[in-house]
């Protein structure tokens, strides 16, 4: 879910002017379609993260920035997460076949490797994975995460 982060505009003014970015909201899509209308690379599509209506291998990159963190709204226990959630999480991610061979799946969250990479290391995804610890090195401050998961890729 792009929601109504600059991110998709960000992307095109550095030079990637083929974006397409999705939500579940109409009404967000309607808002960002009229927001960025002079930026005729961005497309915007009111779909369910859990059920893409593009062809497999459609991109060359995907990205998610906190959309999978709303899977996990509801857990009280990051150690031990409800099957639920955790077939929730599976379902998006098994999604990510919308991805080309060679393609990278790219993950933005606050949530730490010990809590997300057992949901993404799994042999049935067919990518590799790394990550890597994101912040301004204060001690006080939050730090995010990246992950990095390349299709076609050994799971290392």
Known sequence: GCGNSALSHDLHELGYTDVTSIDFSPACIAAMRAR?????GLRWAVMDIR???????????????GTLDV???????????SPQAAASM??????????????????????????????????????SLRHAACGDGDAGAFHY???VMRKGQPLS
């Open 36 to 40: 960025y209308a002079h930026c005729p």
């Open 51 to 65: 059920a893409l209506a593009f062809p497999d291998a459609s991109f060359d990159v995907v990205l998610e920035k």
């Open 71 to 81: 899977l996990m709204v509801e857990e009280t226990d990051p150690w031990h997460v």
């Open 90 to 127: 599976h379902r998006v991610l098994e999604e990510v076949r919308v991805l080309r061979p060679g393609g990278c799946f790219i993950s933005i969250t606050f949530a730490q490797p010990h809590f997300r990479k057992p949901h993404y290391a799994q042999e049935t995804f067919g990518w």
């Open 145 to 147: 995460f990246l992950y």
